[in-house]
Each structure stands twice: as structure tokens, then as C-alpha cells.
């Protein structure tokens, strides 16, 4: 092996080192979810334009409102302690302890 080698391949090895820096960087890009819903958003700003189908007044009664948790792998019903692995799938079912009665809202992911 040549130095010029050795050299091409440090210069390779440090250029994908900064290609992993910067996909991992990529990835830890926040997400903003709503918490009745589990719609997801780029932005606050984008979350809160919209109505939710799922808002505790009523379909489309409210806009999305911000889950101030972070992104999980799982989420848990602070009421009934379900699971899932999303907002969106813990909220599609009614939650039978809910504080208004059962099956009176929906469950709600702890944060
Ligand atoms: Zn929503
Ligand atoms: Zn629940």
C-alpha cells in the first residue's frame, strides 16, 4: 500500500464519518403530535391549523392540540395504562376509565 493510499483512505473514512453525523442529525428532527389524534406536524404552527376528528368535543369541534411528550416507542393510556406504538392507535378506542365514564373519551398518552 502506497502513503498515497493510506492517505485517500483517512480522507474516505473521515467523509463518511460526516455523511453518519450527518444522517443521524437528519433523523433527530423533531416531530410535533396531537395528543387527541396522534396527527403528526413539522411544526406547532402546522399542528394547530387544522381540526381534530378526534378532539374531546367532538369531531372536528377543536384543532389538534400539541402532545407536549416525547416521540416513544411506546405510548400508555394514563387512565387505563394501555399500550401502543403510536398516538394514533391508542386513540382510535374509547378508554373505559376515562374521568368523564367509561368509554366517554378517549385514552390519553401519558407524556
Ligand atoms: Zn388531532
Ligand atoms: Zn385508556
Keep these: 500500500m502506497t ?7 483517512k480522507v474516505l473514512f473521515a467523509f463518511i464519518g460526516t455523511i453518519c453525523v450527518f444522517a ?3 433523523s433527530a428532527v423533531t416531530h410535533y403530535y396531537c395528543k387527541y389524534c396522534g396527527h403528526k406536524a413539522m411544526s ?5 391549523a387544522s381540526s381534530c376528528q378526534r378532539h374531546p368535543n367532538g369531531p372536528g369541534a377543536g384543532r389538534h392540540a400539541l402532545y407536549e411528550g416525547g416521540e416513544k416507542a ?3 393510556c394514563k ?13 382510535s378506542s ?7 365514564g367509561p ?7 401519558t407524556l
Design 103 to 109: 368509554a366517554k373519551g378517549r385514552h390519553e398518552p
Design 74 to 76: 411506546t405510548y400508555v
Design 24 to 26: 443521524a442529525s437528519a
Design 44 to 48: 406547532v404552527n402546522s399542528l394547530t
Design 94 to 100: 374509547k378508554c373505559q376509565r376515562h374521568p368523564n
Design 3 to 9: 502513503k498515497d493510499t493510506v492517505r485517500l483512505g
Design 79 to 91: 387512565y387505563c395504562g394501555l399500550k401502543s406504538t403510536s398516538i394514533a392507535s391508542l386513540t
